[in-house]
């Protein structure tokens, strides 16, 4: 079984900077893909940013390409997202997911485990 548990939400003024942390428990992890997800009220879950455990290589959607990083911590089983030049459309609740498989996979029902999600708000 899999744990993971979000945080760092919370209020910002567009142009301001977040950062997100999901703690990982549970299974191992080298062999799996972890992702963030949001979803904005009425519309449906996105892909943000995707990263393979064991190598770190990571890809982003489009709209937050170059303002958004997302990184692992091994040794603390901890993945993170950095958010900066963030915008009123990046408001959303933000979720932290796991693949049992490597690759770049961008489809939330690619993904088999999910945190409770944690919310961002950007203030114009």
């Known amino acids: 079984q899999v744990q993971l548990v979000e945080s760092g939400g919370g209020l910002v003024q567009a142009g301001g900077s977040l950062r997100l942390s999901c703690k990982a428990s549970g299974r191992t992890f080298s062999s799996r893909t972890m992702a963030w997800f949001r979803q904005a009220p009425g519309k449906e879950r996105e892909f943000v940013a995707r990263?393979?455990?064991?190598?770190?290589?990571?890809n982003y959607a489009d709209s937050v390409k170059d303002r958004f990083t997302i990184s692992i911590d091994n040794a603390k089983n901890m993945v993170y997202l950095q958010m900066n030049s963030l915008k009123p459309e990046d408001t959303a609740v933000y979720y932290c997911a796991a693949a049992p498989r490597v690759g770049v996979l961008v489809w939330k029902s690619e993904y088999d485990y999910w945190g409770q999600g944690t919310q961002v708000t950007v203030s114009s």
């Open positions: 990263i393979t455990w064991s190598s770190g290589r990571a």
